[in-house]
């Protein structure tokens, strides 16, 4: 079965800039959770989907969003970059119930110069 | 603030040695998960531990939980050149998929 699989890999934005992250999850698996990390923050979670819908949300400014389509494949958008989003991010699936173990991809290396 | 902490935030250990690092949270728990990330790479699912479980087993890799002192601690055993990674627990306190990450355990295994 497949892993989770994030494009691109890597990338380089521009400050002001925005950028478009996707995910698509392991097959059968409806939860689609992002997280960055950052050496100074270590990983913070961003945001969970479920079925289309936001179901859970961290503390980030609203320059930070996302969505999930039908076939559970997520996008995350950062708009207005600032050198302090050049981190990694991380997204993760699951089955999407309480106690089910999250799968990581490898990632997203987004550099803002 | 972070829900998990581990300790020690770096550890150096000779092949064949064990490495122990503990992870410690704040509030109740439903389940506590151990992950490994290797530099740059995503985070490779190693145990997940259920609060009202005390130790689970996985190959080389031991678990314990006491919830009454909020800790939980990994134990590699036989470490491997290959073990050299960061370790990673997280805390999942809604049943929900945001689980709190610690700031990690840097574990290096020289040969």
């Known amino acids: 079965k497949a892993g989770v699989t994030q494009t691109p890999r890597y990338l380089i934005k521009t400050r002001g800039q925005q950028v478009t992250l996707s995910c698509s999850p392991i097959s059968g698996h409806r939860s689609v959770s992002w997280y960055q990390q950052t050496p100074g923050q270590g990983l913070q979670f961003l945001f969970e989907?479920?079925?289309?819908?936001?179901?859970n949300k961290g503390n980030f400014p609203g320059r930070f969003s996302g969505r999930q389509f039908s076939n559970s494949r997520s996008e995350m958008n950062v708009s207005t970059l600032e050198l302090g989003d050049s981190a990694l991010y991380l997204c993760?699936?699951?089955?999407?119930?309480?106690?089910?173990?999250?799968?990581f991809g490898e990632g997203s290396w987004l550099t803002v110069v | 603030s972070q829900q998990g902490e581990e300790d020690p935030q770096a550890l150096s250990i000779q092949e064949g040695e064990n490495a122990t690092m503990n992870c410690s949270y704040k509030t109740s728990i439903n389940n506590l998960q151990w992950y490994r990330q290797n530099s740059g790479r995503g985070l490779v699912h190693l145990i997940l531990i259920r609060s009202n479980e005390r130790e689970k087993h996985s190959g080389r890799l031991r678990v314990t939980l006491d919830t009454s002192k909020k800790s939980s601690s990994l134990l590699i055993t036989a470490s491997r050149a290959a073990d050299t990674a960061s370790y990673f627990c997280a805390t999942d306190a809604n049943y929900g998929q945001n689980f709190v990450f610690g700031p990690g355990t840097r574990l290096s295994v020289l040969p």
């Open positions: 993760a699936s699951s089955l999407g119930a309480g106690g089910n173990t999250i799968y």
């Open positions: 989907y479920f079925s289309e819908t936001q179901r």
